[in-house]
């Protein structure tokens, strides 16, 4: 007999491994294929997503904050698109990812220990085990995270329980097919070659399977949502074709600077969860508890009809934006403010703080004392005179002014009146507890396409947004090649706490150049000009742009 063959029939030790790596790979792909087929048809958990966020919310603050550096950093390189939706795209295809590389792990393990044992045939109880070994804590964290199924807890945990245990048996099955043939005394070569081309058909034939499960699975699944058999797709229009109140503003911003009212569909989302919950209005309540003389559960009808409505256009910033980033945008928010919703409650004496509650997990707590010096802070239930689509924060978010969204809880489920201070989520992972905007300005377009002539002289449009959370901005600078800063024209914002759109026509000189853009805000305060990264209060730093300025068409006269 050669040095190859084992215990376990014709196959050493390290194509064991490789065996039951192999079924391992081959079982759990068309199990995640399952997995999301279910959850587009019948609303059960989507497993790899369940795990990955449970990841992510319990690693370490600095650990996440390395995570997140590094896909925004790829993303940027790579120009992968706006940076929350590619970011989301990827956070989704890591938690698949997560979950195929440990069933092709635990499948190289349980035929590796089997084949220790001196496995002639595995059972059906030790099929079991290594589909029990992940599917139980898979399901316990899953019924920890997840917040947008639409089942019961205990039919997800057992639809979970089951389809691990499942594939078990039939990680079993195929060990059993692949290496549990009786060991002869001597076999002649020729058998020992069927044997193996035996084997070999046997897995094109899994193979062959598990792609016609994954590409059913995966193809029905994405159908399913496409045509809003999901019930966790909800999609509103846009009504942003109205007239803003900036409309007669004489300063024009360049072609090819960002819209000054972000799309809706368009509108950066960072949150802690890969999919968001899945809250009903006809179910949903907001519940006002703790130290109050009248504990309030309100309607969502009862929010849009009983509090006098306000409307904000607000320019809201992730802490995680980078100087330049897209992490940013403006829209017009509709709500009540959070004074009136404390006075119905009637706050007691003592009450020093609110415990806001997000559907996701999320957690943030607010000052009482801010919420009463300060009407604008509001209890927002549409964007765009729509309601609040899902990723967004249906049905309600929290908008306190100068303030970046980590501290802003979207899919508010409850709020408590408490008297002690409790940390939020993202402060006690390391993250600044007040999380004050800083100001910022960024250089959206450099515009050699729309060169004009004036007074016998060659400009360039360069465009781009300012922004200084509530404190407005009083002045953007441009310089180029590092000359003398130039004040550039501002428009006029659509509110004092929404980015200025800013231009600046600039004196064509060819080359290449470096051009940078800073801003002061309202109260004369300069932006920070030293460089400094996101974590843990936010980024500052001056935003430039190399470019080779090279007319491309013959400049014409200035308008």
């Known amino acids: 007999m050669t040095e190859e063959r084992s215990m376990s029939g014709t196959v050493g030790g390290g194509r064991v491994l490789g065996y039951g790596a192999l079924a391992g790979l081959l079982l759990t792909i068309p199990l995640v294929a399952i997995f999301w087929l279910a ?137 059993n097919r692949l290496l549990a043939s009786p060991e002869p005394v001597e076999e002649p070569a020729a058998e020992a070659s069927v044997e193996t081309l035996d084997r070999r058909s046997f897995l094109v034939r899994m193979g062959g399977a598990a792609a016609t499960i994954t590409v059913v699975g995966a193809g029905v699944g994405s159908l399913l949502r496409e045509s809003g058999g999901s019930a966790t797709t909800v999609r509103y229009a846009s009504s942003s074709g109205g007239v803003l109140p900036n409309a007669d503003a004489s300063v ?56 006098r409505p306000m409307d904000q256009y607000l320019t809201l910033s992730c802490i995680s934006n980078r100087i330049g980033g897209d992490l940013i945008g403006t829209q017009k928010w509709t709500g009540f403010s959070l004074q009136d919703l404390l006075t119905r409650a009637k706050v007691q004496e003592g009450a020093q703080y609110l415990r806001i509650f997000g559907g996701d997990g999320f957690h943030e707590t607010v000052d009482i004392d801010l919420i009463n010096e300060d009407q604008r802070i509001m209890l927002a239930y549409a964007w765009d005179d729509q309601p609040l689509p899902e990723r967004n924060g249906f049905p309600l978010r929290i908008y306190i002014p100068d303030r970046y969204g980590m501290k802003q809880p979207k899919w508010i489920t409850g709020i408590e009146v408490v008297e002690d201070y409790e940390q939020g989520y993202w402060v006690t992972r390391g993250w600044d507890e007040e999380a004050l905007m800083q100001t910022t300005s960024v250089i959206d377009v450099v515009a050699t396409d729309q060169a004009f002539m004036s007074e016998g002289m060659t400009f360039i449009p360069v465009g781009g947004i300012a922004h200084a959370g509530d404190r407005s901005i009083s002045k953007v600078e441009v310089r180029m090649d590092e000359g003398d800063w130039q004040e550039a024209q501002l428009r006029d914002p659509l509110s004092d706490k929404t980015w200025v759109l800013w231009r600046f026509d600039m004196p064509f000189s060819e080359g290449r150049h470096r051009i940078e853009v800073r801003s002061v805000d309202g109260e004369g305060e300069p932006q920070i000009e030293s460089v400094r990264g996101t974590r843990p209060s936010g980024a500052t730093g001056v935003h430039g742009r190399n470019v080779d300025l090279v007319l491309e068409a013959e400049a014409g006269s200035e308008a």
């Open 39 to 175: 959850d587009a048809f019948l609303g059960t958990p989507f497993v790899p997503f369940d795990v990955l966020d449970w990841a992510a919310r319990n690693m370490p603050g600095g650990l996440i904050t390395f995570a997140i550096d590094t896909m925004v950093s790829i993303i940027t390189a790579l120009q992968l698109g706006e940076t929350s939706t590619a970011a989301k795209a990827a956070e989704q295809l890591m938690g698949i990812a997560g979950m195929v590389i440990s069933g092709v792990v635990v499948g190289a393990v349980f035929y590796h220990l089997a084949r220790r044992r001196s496995a002639k045939r595995l059972s059906f109880q030790a099929g079991l085990i290594p589909g029990l070994v992940l599917g139980l804590p898979v399901a316990l964290l899953s019924n920890d995270v997840n917040f947008s199924a639409l089942t019961a807890p205990l039919v997800n945990f057992l639809w979970i329980v089951v389809g691990f245990a499942a594939w078990g048996l039939a990680l079993a099955t195929m060990y």
């Open 252 to 307: 024009q911003p360049v072609d090819g600077t960002r819209p000054e009212l972000t799309p809706v569909e368009k509108h950066y989302r960072i949150d802690i969860s890969s999919r968001p919950p899945v809250l009903e209005e006809e179910t949903w309540t907001l519940p006002v508890t703790g130290m109050v003389d009248n504990p309030l559960d309100l309607t969502l009808a009862d929010l849009r009809s009983d509090f």
